[in-house]
């Protein structure tokens, strides 16, 4: 059974930067890809980023492209998630999600393991 800690959210002007982490332990002799998704008010789960095991292999929503950035220390167990200009519509709680293969999904079924998420907030 994996655990899975996100930290880093909170509230942020629009233009602004955000960082963040994910502390993920309990699946050890694996490797697994990582992704980040999210969710806001009244909507789906969405897809933001996703990671393979190495951190060679990177997906991005297009919504995010250019502006986030995905990035996993294998030896620290931690995958990142840095957010430069900001938008209200990145407004959202964030959750990251380990994989169920080393080959990074933009998938939700994909993932067989969440934490809880941390919430995002984007003023304008």
């Known amino acids: 059974q994996m655990h899975l800690v996100e930290s880093g959210g909170g509230l942020v002007q629009a233009g602004g930067s955000l960082r963040l982490s994910c502390a993920h332990s309990g699946r050890t002799f694996s490797r697994y890809a990582m992704g980040w998704f999210r969710q806001a008010p009244g909507k789906e789960r969405e897809f933001v980023a996703a990671i393979s095991w190495s951190g060679g292999v990177t997906y991005y929503a297009d919504s995010v492209k250019g502006r986030f950035t995905i990035s996993r220390d294998n030896a620290k167990n931690m995958v990142y998630l840095q957010m430069n200009s900001l938008k209200p519509e990145d407004t959202a709680v964030y959750s990251c999600?380990?994989?169920?293969?080393?080959?990074?999904?933009?998938?939700?079924?994909?993932?067989?393991?969440w934490g809880q998420g941390t919430q995002v907030t984007v003023s304008s």
């Open positions: 999600a380990a994989g169920r293969s080393w080959d990074p999904s933009t998938k939700k079924d994909e993932y067989d393991y």
